[in-house]
């Protein structure tokens, strides 16, 4: 088998842009969290896509905080970033930022980790191209989700099955 060539978190970075409209907003004018979430999902599966060049799934999400309010017409922002690959997975961090469209003024909204697996054409899962950080900032964020991962092993291999 022929070895994947390494890639750079930036390479597969993604950033999107939404409107929050009223129909995606609760009775107080807030954004609904399921809405955040698939639009979380959703830019963080083309960040996956992008790096592994295959169909990616979403296995899991972890460490969702949401942290400041969107409105009804907030400008949001949602940038996804592959932070770790393992053999068939990869960990990408996702940032939802709410902009105000008037003035410019950004805030964290919320933050979350997605695991995806890489499937190949048989949708099994397949080996992903290493991931090759390049600056101080993603050696952070690889280190730390390395040990997410770590963690999120143990804590499989202590939980009981049902």
């Known amino acids: 088998m022929e070895a994947l060539q390494g890639k750079a978190p930036s390479e597969s970075a993604v950033e999107s842009r939404f409107l929050l409209m009223p129909h995606e907003a609760n009775p107080y004018g807030t954004a609904f969290g399921g809405v955040i979430v698939s639009w979380m999902d959703m830019v963080a599966g083309m960040a996956a ?4 060049g295959t169909v990616a799934v979403t296995a899991g999400m972890d460490s969702i905080a949401f942290k400041a309010p969107i409105r009804v017409g907030d400008h949001v922002v949602v940038k ?3 932070n770790y ?3 068939t997975s990869m960990e990408v961090g996702v940032k939802v930022i709410r902009e105000n469209p008037y003035t410019g003024e ?3 909204a919320t933050s979350a980790h ?3 697996v890489a499937l190949d ?3 099994e899962p ?3 191209p290493p991931l090759t950080p390049e600056t101080a900032e993603e050696q952070r964020r690889f280190a730390n989700a390395r040990i997410r991962a770590l ?5 499989l291999k202590k939980m009981r099955p049902e």
């Open 49 to 52: 896509q992008r790096h592994c």
């Open 80 to 82: 996804a970033c592959v």
């Open 85 to 87: 690959v393992s053999r």
């Open 106 to 108: 950004q805030v964290i």
């Open 114 to 116: 997605l695991t995806f």
């Open 121 to 123: 054409a048989q949708r």
């Open 126 to 128: 397949t080996p992903v």
């Open 151 to 155: 963690h999120r092993k143990e804590l």
